[in-house]
Nanobody
Framework: QVQLVESGGGLVQAGGSLRLTCAAS????????MGWFRQAPGKEREFVARLTWSGGSTFYQDSVKGRFTISGDNAKNTVYLQMNSLKPEDTALYYC????????????WGRGTQVTVSS
């Protein structure tokens, strides 16, 4: 089984920054891509950012473009989400997810880390 563990969440004022980390452990697993998602209270879970290991391509939700940066270290099975210029609407539980090499969906999910942005 593969475990994904997120860390780095917390309480920050609007305009501040946080860096989330997602570490994968468990059985040998080669991910095709890693993603970050978030879910605010009373709302659906939404996509935030994606990193494809091969080629390093990235993709972002429009509302975070220019403020968030996804990066990773494939050798360490770790992915990061640098979040700058945070807004109160970024408040949510942030999850990371891993898509397997031969999969068309995200196969593994972490339990999330809470990000709260105060105004």
């Amino acid at each position: 089984q593969v475990q994904l563990v997120e860390s780095g969440g917390g309480l920050v004022q609007a305009g501040g920054s946080l860096r989330l980390t997602c570490a994968a452990s468990g059985r040998t697993f080669s991910a095709y891509a890693m993603g970050w998602f978030r879910q605010a209270p009373g709302k659906e879970r939404e996509f935030v950012a994606r990193l494809t290991w091969s080629g390093g391509s990235t993709f972002y939700q429009d509302s975070v473009k220019g403020r968030f940066t996804i990066s990773g270290d494939n050798a360490k099975n770790t992915v990061y989400l640098q979040m700058n210029s945070l807004k109160p609407e970024d408040t949510a539980l942030y999850y990371c997810a891993a898509q397997g090499m031969h999969s068309s969906r995200y196969d593994y999910w972490g339990r999330g880390t809470q990000v709260t942005v105060s105004s």
